[in-house]
């Protein structure tokens, strides 16, 4: 088979020292460049705005306050998604029923529900009078924290089911097996085996959790309510109060508050993720301890059952029925003049459309953008490109977008690039907000599937007469393929969802789920109708869905994302 | 002092049989294998008796108490896993404990039999060790002290040799049937090796594609194999096709391919069917051209193989079969690549099957 001319010339450049090394130091630099430095040295910038928040005890007691419900917030639902993970994940990899298969892919449904309608859904369903609360006459869950800790509830469980479900499906379960035939009941063995040995796994499904809550922005904004605050609603309302005509606080004390909220998150954040890192592999589960008689008793079948029970009820009546209830003023929409409205793109309908097109569109570009600057720092971590410490380090330091709540990172790159770039253009800083953001999970999951891949496998390929990016070509793009597609996923999803960031860097663009944010605002005013932020909803959920469905029918029956 | 019964026992994963009508009975401090190629169903089979999964038909005893809906733990057996499965999260010595712990027993008693069981094995260095920092045979150790602290009396092992190279393979082996002998256990050991299960077992079943051809001791299998697998699997046979031209008493007479008559003392063939004669390779007799005797066939030496214990040859037939040959290599006169020599056999040396419906090949094939 002849090869085109052009990979031959491409095969041959990669062998040469200068060209690889080239290509490895650009991506280590627009890392630096454009993810890991704008923000922070774009808080450093306005360090000193921050006195101005600090004379006044009001504001900063009030910035404190909001920085720390956003942590109890996300410790909280982290811990309590992992405790109620557990058993669905244990469910859906060992139970026995076909109707599993259902379960297992109805339970990524509000993790592919944009968080901004996921928060109208639940809204509704909890506190209108639409929802379950016409049940008991008056409002069930008032807009308020019990809201926001649901609402985090909700979208983070299913990103904590989907870790343990992977680790319980890569678990070699000879291991409890070798526990029951050495005497331990089912759950002895669970609670002294099989949890112990992936107690990684459950840690990074918390942190995963974590990042997520004190990253969310729009949903949490819609269900607040007025009172409520954490650290991304704080940051909303000042820069509503700093836009209002005529303005509420003057720019001194706006970029002061700013800087002061997204400082004590970022810093907090770091803190509580060093804390799980250094103290995480010392934590002891409860192994020492053994308790024959209780453990028989929880082990067997009527136990079994009334926890299945329980986990299924959890799922369905506190994560998906308000999470897909939405869908009830979507559909009602359809028969009334509203639909028709949508579809011509009449009145705010005609923004509607634009902000989606920017959404999905944004999406694609920083998707393609992480595939180009990401896989190669993806090889350098995984293959210890740059030797054993600086690959190490640089592994750390590609995760560290993730721990940032994502309100802040925004708050910061703009506080960069607006000072260094003055005519930078707005969509280029959407660009760079989400790209910092959505980066460390593309080269996460596309690092450990090359770790995946045996070195032995790489090094026959080159011992046969591969080039590098021959081998590359032939051996590691054809085995990550489906790691690429579902990091891919991923990063869209990620990115089609993001609201802090969003509201953070930009005045003039607006994204789909900045859009919706409004409309539940202007709801009160009865701008914007119920049936039309349903409808809007809706559109979003089922465009995010078909995107979803063809990328994975590209990669049907290849796993799971 | 248990005693382990299979009655009827079949197991199937969707459209595979894995075990197929199995009945056994292995008896109260008897080392038993389970032996036969990749894919045969012995770990299915050993499965079911730890209870690690459940039959779709037949009974399992162990002791006289029907086992069928008793959980693992609480059959009183101790399982030694081919990948050892020795827990990642703790030191060695936490491993071998880890039985007594979980069946409730105090630390000073669980620390005892943990000592007890080490004594056992050998094995007293490296307790702090973690599984991944200790060698294959270690490790193997390991396994076996934690399966024996549990107080188990019926023992288990699924390859426990098979990770290992092949020195400490064969000096562990003897170890494993010492141990299972001193403490008077009822051991069950699966294994795809011929000779590690010739070297160890009181008996041995032979298993084929979920089911048991042959049950008996290294012995009985060896000089009474009852199907051509058995003839082939257990030691080496030459197998020569031909069928029954006559039949007088017990002895018939055969012929083989490309006309070559031998008879053979049989019971079972009538006159007519095609047949398969089983020898072993060192069952053959070999003289020089000049003498004849009975059951005589005319070959010459296609290849000479020099083994150290033994010399091997390889002998054309003149009806183009090939038969291999093994003869102690101090012991007579050897002979040379392309001489002509005379075959025989003795009579009751000799095994005779019914040539099997699925051809010999297929027969024999072990995957
Ligand atoms: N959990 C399972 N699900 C589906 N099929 C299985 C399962 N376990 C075993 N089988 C099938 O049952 C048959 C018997 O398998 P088994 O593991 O018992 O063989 P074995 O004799 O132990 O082989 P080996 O020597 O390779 O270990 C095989 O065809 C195997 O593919
Ligand atoms: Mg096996």
């Known amino acids: 088979m002849p090869k085109p001319k052009i990979t031959e010339v491409l095969d041959t450049l990669s062998s040469r020292k200068s060209v690889k090394y080239g290509m ?538 | 002092m248990p005693d382990v019964r299979i009655v009827n026992v079949t197991k199937k994963f969707g459209k595979i049989v894995a075990v197929e009508n199995v009945s056994l009975h292995i008896h109260d401090q008897e080392y038993f294998s389970l032996l036969g190629p990749s894919g045969c169903g012995k770990t299915t089979l050993l499965r079911l008796i730890a209870g690690l999964i459940r039959p779709d038909e037949g009974e399992i005893y162990i002791g006289d108490k029907l086992v069928n809906d008793v959980p693992p733990e609480d059959r009183d057996i101790g399982f030694v896993f081919q990948t050892f499965a020795l827990f990642p999260h703790m030191d060695a010595w936490n491993n071998v404990i880890y039985g007594p712990k979980v069946k409730g027993f105090d630390m000073e008693k669980a620390t005892t039999i943990g000592h007890e069981v080490l004594e056992m094995v050998r094995l007293h260095e490296r307790l702090d060790a973690f599984p991944s920092e200790l060698s294959g045979g270690m490790m193997q150790r390991i396994a076996v002290a934690r399966a024996l602290a549990a107080g188990a009396k019926l023992l288990l092992l699924d390859e426990p040799l098979g990770q290992l190279d092949a020195k400490v393979r064969n000096e562990l082996r003897y170890e494993i049937r010492r141990m299972s002998k001193d403490l008077e256990l009822t051991a069950i050991h699966v294994t795809h090796d011929q000779s590690e299960a010739m070297a160890i077992s009181d008996r041995i079943a032979v298993m084929k594609k979920g089911k048991v051809l042959q049950i008996g001791t290294p012995k009985e299998l060896y000089m009474n194999p009852q199907s051509v697998f058995v003839a082939h699997f257990i030691g080496e046979s030459n197998f020569l096709e031909g069928y029954v031209l006559n039949e007088n008493n017990n002895e018939v007479l055969i012929e083989l391919r490309g006309g070559i008559r031998v008879s053979v003392t049989n019971k079972t063939l009538t006159k007519g069917e095609r047949i398969v004669l089983a020898i072993r390779p060192e069952a053959f007799i070999i003289e020089k051209e000049t003498e004849k005797s009975k059951n005589a066939m005319l070959g010459f030496v296609e290849r000479v193989t020099f083994e150290g214990t033994n010399i091997r040859y390889e002998v054309r037939l003149e009806n183009q079969d090939l038969v291999v040959i093994v003869k102690p290599s101090l012991v007579g006169e050897w002979f040379n690549t392309g001489e002509k020599i005379i075959l025989s056999f003795p009579l009751e040396k000799a095994h005779v099957f019914a040539y099997p419906d699925v051809g010999l090949r297929e027969e024999i094939a072990v995957e």
């Open chain 1, 24 to 561: 490895y130091s650009t991506a280590v630099i627009v890392f630096f460049a454009l993810i890991l430095l704008p923000p922070i040295l774009g808080i450093i910038i306005k360090w000193n705005t921050m006195q101005q928040v600090l004379i006044q005890p009001e504001l900063t007691s009030r910035a404190l306050n909001a920085v720390a419900n956003s942590f109890i917030i996300a410790l909280f639902v982290s811990a309590i998604d992992v405790a109620a993970g557990i058993p669905m994940a244990w469910l859906i990899t060992r139970g026995k029923s076909k109707w599993l298969n259902v379960l297992d892919t109805v339970a990524d449904i509000p993790f592919i529900v944009p968080t901004a309608a996921l928060g109208y859904s639940l809204l509704l369903f909890w506190s209108e009078p639409e929802g379950i609360s016409s049940l008991f006459g008056s409002s069930l869950v008032s807009p308020g924290w019990l809201l926001v800790t649901l609402l985090h509830f909700t979208f983070s469980y299913p990103v904590v089911v989907r870790v343990v479900v992977g680790a319980l499906l890569d678990y070699k379960k000879e291991y409890e097996q070798a526990s029951r035939t050495l005497g331990a009941p089912p759950l002895t063995a669970a609670r002294t085996v099989t949890f112990p040995i992936l107690k990684p796994s459950l840690i990074a499904a918390f942190i995963l959790a974590f990042s997520r809550s004190i990253s969310e922005t729009g949903a949490t904004i819609i269900v607040a309510g007025t009172l409520f605050e954490n650290g991304p609603a704080f940051i909303q309302k000042i820069t509503d109060d700093f836009k209002a005509v005529p303005p509420r606080m003057d720019q001194l004390t706006y970029e002061g508050s700013l800087a002061f909220a997204s400082f004590v998150l970022i810093a907090i954040s770091f803190t509580i993720f060093a804390l799980i890192r250094i103290l995480g592999p010392k934590l002891k589960l409860p192994i020492k301890k053994i308790y024959p008689t209780f453990d028989r008793k929880l082990s067997y079948s009527k136990a079994a059952f009334s926890r299945d029970s329980v986990t299924l009820l959890i799922f369905f009546a506190i994560i998906l029925i308000p999470s897909l209830f939405v869908a009830l003023p979507a559909f009602q929409a359809i028969s009334t003049e509203t639909l028709p409205n949508a579809i011509s793109g009449v009145g705010i309908w005609s923004e509607y459309w634009q902000s989606l097109i920017l959404s999905y569109s944004l999406g694609a570009i920083v998707t393609i953008f992480n595939v180009i600057i990401g896989l190669p720092m993806a090889i350098i971590a995984a293959r210890r490109k740059a030797g054993a410490l600086p690959s190490a380090i640089l592994d750390l330091l590609v995760n560290i977008p993730l721990i940032v709540p994502s309100i802040a990172l925004g708050v910061s790159l703009k506080f960069f690039w607006k000072e260094t770039f003055t005519f930078m253009p707005e969509m280029l800083l959407l660009i760079f907000a989400h790209l910092a953001i959505t980066y460390p999970y593309f080269v996460r999951s596309m690092s450990a599937a090359v770790e995946r891949i045996s070195m032995d496998t790489e090094e026959a390929a080159r011992t046969l007469g591969a080039k590098p990016l021959g081998v590359f070509r032939t051996i590691i793009l054809p085995l990550t393929k489906y790691s690429i597609l579902s990091g891919a996923i991923m990063v869209f999803t990620r990115s089609v969802s993001e609201t802090g960031a969003t509201v953070a860097v930009v005045t003039t663009l607006r994204t789909a789920p900045v859009v919706i944010v409004d409309w539940v605002k202007q709801r009160v005013a009865v701008t914007v109708t119920p049936l039309e932020i349903g409808l809007g909803c809706g559109f979003l959920i089922l465009f995010s869905f078909m995107i979803l469905l063809a990328l994975r029918l590209i990669v049907r029956g290849r796993g799971r994302y």
